[in-house]
């Protein structure tokens, strides 16, 4: 079998990030890596010994709920600590693994390769991050100091650190990578220990200084303390700093002022949920690495539905790909639908097929969307309505009253009376039955989503 131990954990995470709350996933989960699969042992690297037990403890069941789905096949589950994958972009955050009096920081040339600039799709919603990211790991832009990457959790900050690190040791530049947690530590013991001299002199050494997810000093005075220092000594000697957060600097309450306004006074880059095109190249991208071929049709699917953030959507389509693997079956709409699995449910529920819906029923009639949801009585009119009424009860299960509300806050009553005549019309009108079959089969996307919203 040639699945990854990397796919089918990724896939499995993809399901639970979606089934535990946000926080849990991202304190627990979310720095895990797979290291491999040994015939049907998937074993997992966790930063440290605290993390495995509370993952076994709390998260065994879920965990092996989801590798059944994503696998086909019953897989087992050893968790480790530490890193014996130092090419995995998360094997960085194993501070807790290491004795305890050496510095944990990633080292010069650790970066993967795998997280590198050519490996990060450039598009409207991060193409500034981008663009500034690079920049600073040539060292072309003193104004560009600080660096403050922000965006939601899965948009690439970390990825584009690690871009950044690879290309500016490349350069000959010492770097340093550190997430905030693992600089707190280090502080922390540095003081208990009275260490704080080997500390500054680590830090101070590097040409560029890179510090992940610095929403967690929040609260934390003392690291605060620590990282103005550090901040300040390597700015006095034309060291790049990079930050990155999960808000903008200026939302970060509980950061010292002082700290705030240095993390603002050079360059704030966000990056935001890529849109659709950005998404489609995406997994075109991760599609072309892989030996499994998959069809344009099923990747513009995923990219419709998976719109959460990057992280997601790599797991649908590494749930797709490992579904596919596993079954030996071909690519199919089915298979798409289960790797969306929650993702197609949401969806539904929100506002997909909706406006497609409207767009054909009033089209059907030569009338404007406009026009369907004005009170005008034309009999036009009130056939497209009908039409409408009864395909968004149909093919979205939607109730009489939330048809109302979309048909231009119509009532229950008018509702009714709509579905009871399309019903009618339905049998007596060849015309209408006709437009109902031709819509149907015309867009998939009414049957096939619908249906597996309900199975899925
Ligand atoms: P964050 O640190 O913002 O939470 P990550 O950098 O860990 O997010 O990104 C999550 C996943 O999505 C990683 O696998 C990363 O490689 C991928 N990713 C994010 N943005 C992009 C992009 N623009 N192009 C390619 N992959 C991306
Ligand atoms: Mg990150």
Do not use: C
């Amino acid at each position: 079998m040639s699945v990854s131990a990397n796919r089918v954990w990724d896939a499995a995470l993809g399901r639970i990030q979606l089934q535990i709350p946000r926080p849990t996933y991202d304190t627990w989960l979310r720095n895990t890596h797979a290291l491999r699969l040994d015939d049907n042992l998937l074993v997992v690297g966790v930063p440290s010994a605290f993390a495995a037990d509370w993952i076994e403890g709390r998260l065994q069941k879920l965990i092996l709920d989801a590798l059944s789905t994503v696998s086909d096949q019953a897989l087992s589950v050893k968790f480790v600590v530490g890193d014996e994958n130092p090419s995995s972009l998360s094997a960085y955050s194993s501070s807790n693994s290491q004795p305890a009096s050496s510095i944990a920081s990633i080292p010069n040339n650790e970066f993967s390769s795998e997280y590198s600039f050519s490996n990060f799709i450039v598009g409207p919603s991060n193409q500034l991050a981008y663009a500034a990211s690079y920049s600073v790991s040539l060292g072309s832009h003193a104004t560009y100091n600080p660096l403050f990457l922000y965006g939601g959790v899965g948009l690439g900050k970390t990825h584009l650190m690690n871009a950044i690190g690879h290309l500016a040791t490349t350069q000959g530049k010492q770097v340093i990578y550190v997430t905030a947690e693992q600089f707190t530590n280090e502080y922390l013991r540095a003081i208990r220990e009275r260490k704080t001299e080997t500390f500054r002199t680590h830090y101070r050494s590097t040409d560029l200084l890179m510090v992940d997810d610095v929403q967690f000093l929040n609260g934390k005075e003392a690291t605060q303390d620590g990282l103005f220092h550090t901040f300040n000594e390597l700015y006095r000697n034309g060291s790049q700093l990079v930050m990155s957060s999960d808000r903008p600097a200026g939302e970060l309450r509980l950061l010292e002022a002082r700290l705030r306004s240095r993390f603002e006074a050079g360059l704030q880059a966000d990056l935001g949920v890529p849109e659709f095109e950005t998404r489609l190249a995406i997994l075109q991208s991760i599609a072309n690495a892989s030996s499994t071929a998959i069809g344009q049709e099923y990747l513009e699917f995923i990219a419709t539905y998976a719109h959460e953030n990057v992280r997601t959507l790599r797991g649908v389509l590494n749930r797709f790909f490992a579904f596919i693997e596993f079954t030996g079956k071909k690519p199919s709409y089915d298979l798409a639908k289960i790797a969306l699995g929650p993702l197609l449910v949401q969806e539904d529920s929100n506002s997909f097929g909706i406006p497609s819906i409207l767009e054909a029923s009033a089209k059907a009639y030569r009338l404007s969307v406009k026009t369907l949801l004005s009170p005008q009585r034309t009999k036009e009119a009130s056939k497209a309505r009908q039409l409408a009424a009864y395909l968004l009860k149909i093919k979205l299960g939607m109730s009489s009253e939330e048809i109302g509300e979309t048909l231009g806050k119509r009532d229950r009553t008018t509702i009714n009376y709509a579905l009871i005549k399309a019903e009618e019309a339905l049998v007596k009108d060849p015309h209408f039955k006709k437009l109902v079959k031709s819509l149907d089969s015309q867009a998939p996307d009414f049957n096939t989503f619908t249906d597996t919203t309900k199975s899925a």
